[in-house]
């Protein structure tokens, strides 16, 4: 890969115009001491030179290299170990961790460009950490202040890791099926014992110590409960003891992410503490899964933002052809090229308009949690709920679709190894299986979050992105027609199946990932439409040219796809659900 | 992967009933003597046999061994030789060679389907062999009787391999910097003196000798001559003799595909021999190109199919969650979701209609070749040329949706090299960029193919299609409304380019990716119309079912992308082009 170059433009331009990050800052309490927009920059040029300098070199290496497992234990790629002791001494793992516990307190929308370089430069170490911060939320927000003392700012400082303990063999999408079991201790603590599949980070040499938030059931109930496991025992007084009866059985070989360790987890009699309610382990869990989810999506945005600087680089270097315009050269870079351009453009207005999902997505996490106003953070919290599955799913598959096109771009190049962007195809398709397949998370959307509540927070969501449109330059709300009459369709599309969905149990299964897509590009169209019209008060005359030229290409090429889609849900569910079982 | 099971039943379906294959056979004398239904469904069989029980057993450990490169010297994963001589054996090498030299002279109709079985059990594997049969084809158009007689027996029996050296890294899709020379010797030879790269097949332990067809340019001329070049030197008698300067610089490192050798090759004065004109390589290398073409496109059919099983037999058997219309199971199988059927009738229905395309173009080669009608032999050979580009960028484009779709039925398992799917989909990946990329493809379509004629071709080719379509009864005529709309836009489409292109030269290379798609998505639709109403006068009533329900599921649910990309090729090439290169 081409060395890293973070678009620390585009992140100012997001923070500063289109999403007003610092007046948001400025009037909550808790961020006003803690972080302005210089303050914001001078973190990100950070970010992006630890990520540039230190984790991108051992990007390529640890795709060659893979995790190993030898004598039960993991052993990371070379390099690993020195470049997590660096972000962990930049105290990146904490970055919007709680200050109580040590962590920085950042909002969530800075946390999520952070992010998002980590995941342009290398996909598998930067999961290692975002385990560990999603665990870290979910403790803080379930656990007890014992829990939290101890624990707590081990996690922030990167010291120990978290994972993630959910799914078993016959336990995935469907956590119904756990089978590891939880057995009560006279001194309120419990045995677990079990074993969970498909965890991320669940042992490395990286750490001291692993934090395992395994999800079990009590002796007895069929309920899940959320427990605390270390991996090596904690004293009282945070320092480490014996094995807590937590091992590694094997680790998995995967179509990429080989820097990751993906671990077969047992757990024999080992001691746990409960995190929350008994019975109640699924709601606390989901406070780390809704953070993991967006850390996902942000995993498909920052491969995307490496295929645009990748493919955009080659396409003005490689010469191959003539500009079908004319040209004297003995040949030109295939920038000149239509097709090369449609793949290019296609690429970065996703791309950029992914990165103001992102940051909405956060700026909504930072309202929901740090506003004084009860309303706004309650519709703040609605607004997250509506956007998470978004972010994590949307993201995730037009990250996807970005590596792939830029792979194109290189033609046979992009095939080889060393070229790097078939690392990134690799490594970023898990983004659209994990944490809830983006089928599950399309049925999140559509089940709960806009027909759940009767479409009040759809509805509210839209009339907001029209307020918002109806503010701008009037030459801009003329661009707008089309996306209007997109959302106004996807409020009737989505009333139309809430209206149907009692008598017709399966059509929300089979139209909602459509439904998700027709969301996502109208969505699309609403940032390329605000950013395009906010970028013609800056400045740099390049800048407002380039971001009207990308909404153009988004508003004529990309936006009609919407319909595509919404035509598939508007079809409904009688072709895929009528034909019999024995005709597949 | 699962056992392989060949769709011979639905290739009967598509030989007897779709395109009535008997027939034409019948009336082709070079045919009827070949072939007939029963002839060919043994041989289907056959070929089935032998792609399950010899070839896919090679295929995943193929892929985690790899080619070795050690000492100047090929060597191909365990197993492959003994498999590529049961394969040799088999005659399936020479399976559509020209009888005169010990070919087959079967029907292409014939030869895609056991192409696609080869495809869906390896995709590296089969392409040794495809290589060999495209550039013995290339020599029996324009090579010398001297040339034909001592290289075509060799190279259809297997005994020696093919290859087409056409890239270097200067010289890729624009071949006019190709800087291999070729110098004339007093004896009517060549001295072939330059490096190649990305070589399919440049070398293998698998066969006595390699004959490449080499594109250099004549010392003194711009232009490109066709060499054949042998890496061994061949006796007047056909006996080998020493090494003629061609040897292996190095084997690239591939994303997949990692038991084909893929070679940088060098010519060192080797002795070469032209094939057809002087300066008119070009033309002659169109033969092997537009043969491989096909080919490659069947790669991507092989893979889809591939995917399509292994997904349906997944969702049949994993059990996950609950039917939203209500179970008493504990989990019934995925199969219940409409989200899993969407993506299974998705990959299922792109499929089938794959393979009504893929035959079709063999039916057009096949009376291309044979037909004792003039003007019959003229347009198949018109029909050819527009549906090679469609072939092989649409199958290939179709085949990787098919594959990424089918792992995301797998879930997490489909990460996972064990469970096979991810290799396909890494395997499949290459087939959208080798052979010319599908830009290339489409813009060979659009430029040459379509407007290249002012549209003679495509009318010609769409009012057979309408022909055929008023020829179906009446209630499937019903359901072609929206199909016979989508026909006439194509053309009105074309239409307005082909008027447009001389003012805006770069218009074509702009929409031609989409306007390919959007003919890809149409054809399916009529293939699908076809392949239903034909159905249902089958005695089998489930087989007839089953294509009326995906029938209906592709013009309800696919069909509809068509007007997206007719929208994208509508809206131009202003959005693309007229965005300054300093705006990327």
């Known amino acids: 890969m081409y060395p890293y170059s973070a678009p620390l433009n585009e992140m100012r331009f997001l923070l500063d115009k289109v999403f007003k990050a610092p007046a948001i800052w400025q009037r909550l309490p808790q961020l006003a001491e803690t972080v302005d927009l210089d303050t914001a920059m001078a973190i990100l040029e950070e970010a992006a030179k630890l990520n540039r300098d230190i984790v991108q070199p051992i990007n390529r290496a640890g795709d060659e290299q893979g995790v190993r497992f030898e004598d039960g234990t993991v052993i990371t790629p070379d390099g690993y170990k020195e ?20 962590g920085m307190g950042m909002p969530k929308m800075l946390g999520v460009l952070v992010d998002e370089m980590g995941y342009s430069v290398c996909n598998a170490f930067n999961l290692y950490s975002s385990l560990t911060a999603g665990a870290a939320l979910a403790l803080n927000a379930h656990g007890s202040d014992e829990l939290k003392d101890l624990y707590l700012p081990k996690l ?16 995935g999408s469907d956590l119904r099926g756990v089978r590891t079991r939880a057995e009560p201790r006279d001194d309120g603590s419990f045995l677990i014992s079990g074993s ?15 934090v395992h938030l395994v999800l079990a059931k009590l002796v007895g109930s069929q309920s899940l409960s959320l427990f605390l496991v270390p ?13 807590n009866g937590v091992s590694v059985g094997s680790i998995e070989h995967k179509m990429g992410l080989k820097g990751s360790a993906t671990c077969v987890m047992n757990f024999d009699n080992a001691r746990g503490f409960l995190i929350g309610e008994a019975d109640r382990g699924l709601a606390c869990m989901f406070t780390m899964m809704n953070y993991e989810r967006l850390a996902i999506g942000i995993q498909g945005l920052g491969s995307a933002q490496a295929a645009s600087q990748m493919a955009t680089d080659y396409a003005k270097e490689r010469l191959q052809g003539l500009a079908a315009t004319g040209s004297t050269a003995a040949a030109d870079p295939i920038l000149v090229h239509g097709d090369v351009r449609r793949m290019l453009l296609t690429i970065r207005s996703l791309t950029e308009a992914g990165r103001a999902l992102a940051v909405d997505a956060g700026m909504q996490l930072d309202l929901a949690k740090f506003s004084e106003d009860e309303a706004e953070r309650a519709k703040a919290a609605r607004f997250v709920g509506l956007l998470t599955p978004v972010a994590k799913a949307f993201l995730t598959d037009r ?23 078939e690392q990134f195809v690799r490594d970023t398709r898990i983004a659209q299986i994990y944490e809830g397949t983006n089928g599950i998370q399309a049925i999140d959307f559509l089940g709960r979050k806009v027909t759940g509540d009767n479409l009040a927070t759809l509805n509210e969501f839209i009339a907001e992105l029209k307020t918002e449109l109806a503010a701008l330059a009037p030459e801009w709300q003329d661009k707008a027609g089309e996306l209007l009459a997109l959302l106004d369709e996807l409020i009737a599309s989505a009333g139309k199946i809430n209206d149907a969905k009692r008598e017709q149990p399966a059509l929300i299964n089979s139209v909602a990932v459509d439904y998700l897509d027709a969301f996502g590009f109208s969505l699309y169209g609403y940032y390329w439409i605000k950013m395009a019209a906010l970028a013609q008060e800056e400045a740099d005359e390049s800048f407002a040219q380039q971001k009207a030229a990308f909404c153009r290409f988004y508003l004529e090429k990309l936006l009609p796809r919407a319909r595509w889609h919404l035509s598939q849900v508007n079809a409904g569910a009688g072709c895929i659900m009528e034909p019999g079982t024995e005709l597949f």
Chains 1, 2 share one sequence.
Do not use: H
């Not at 922030?156 to 336990?171: I, L, R």
């Open 83 to 102: 470049a997590y002791q660096a972000f962990m001494e930049g105290g990146w793992v904490g970055f919007c961790g709680d200050p109580e516990f040590g």
């Open 231 to 243: 991996k090596l025992k904690v004293n009282d007084d945070g320092s480490l003891g014996e094995n």
């Open 156 to 171: 922030y400082s990167g010291e120990w890791a978290g994972a993630m303990d959910m799914t078993e063999p016959q336990a």
């Open 399 to 421: 990250g996807l679709d970005a590596c792939i096109m830029a792979q194109q771009v290189f033609g046979g190049a992009g095939y080889i190894r060393e070229t790097g962007i």
């Open 196 to 210: 969970k599949i498909f965890i991320t980070g669940g042992d490395q040499d990286l750490t001291s110590n692993v």
